[in-house]
């Protein structure tokens, strides 16, 4: 078993910065690819970035390509999402996912567990 807890989300401008936080504890971390997904309201849940079980391979979905940035420390059982230049388009409720698989997919369904999700809201 792992439970992943999110932090990091809230308020902020179009055009600010924010950076998503999910802690992981239960099982080894470095057995998990992890990822991010979002869900906007009235929305299906989408695909947001991947990263392998050791960090080294990680893929983003285009919308957010070059905007945002996924990373992982093992050593704190950790996984972030650094997202910059938001824009009103990102507003949407952020979970962590891990799958004990080696580079994770942009499926939800190949994930094992699930954080409880945190709100990211950008104003215009």
């Known amino acids: 078993q792992v439970q992943l807890v999110e932090s990091g989300g809230g308020l902020v401008q179009a055009g600010d910065s924010l950076r998503l936080s999910c802690a992981a504890s239960?099982?080894?971390?470095?057995?998990?690819?992890m990822a991010w997904f979002r869900q906007g309201l009235g929305r299906e849940r989408e695909y947001v970035a991947r990263i392998s079980r050791h960090g080294f391979n990680r893929y983003h979905t285009a919308s957010v390509r070059g905007r945002f940035i996924i990373s992982r420390d093992n050593a704190k059982s950790t996984v972030y999402l650094q997202m910059s230049s938001l824009k009103p388009e990102d507003t949407a409720v952020y979970y962590c996912?891990?799958?004990?698989?080696?580079?994770?997919?942009?499926?939800?369904?190949?994930?094992?567990?699930w954080g409880q999700g945190t709100q990211v809201t950008v104003s215009s």
């Open positions: 996912a891990a799958a004990s698989s080696r580079y994770g997919s942009e499926n939800a369904k190949d994930y094992d567990y």
């Open positions: 239960g099982r080894s971390f470095s057995d998990y690819a």
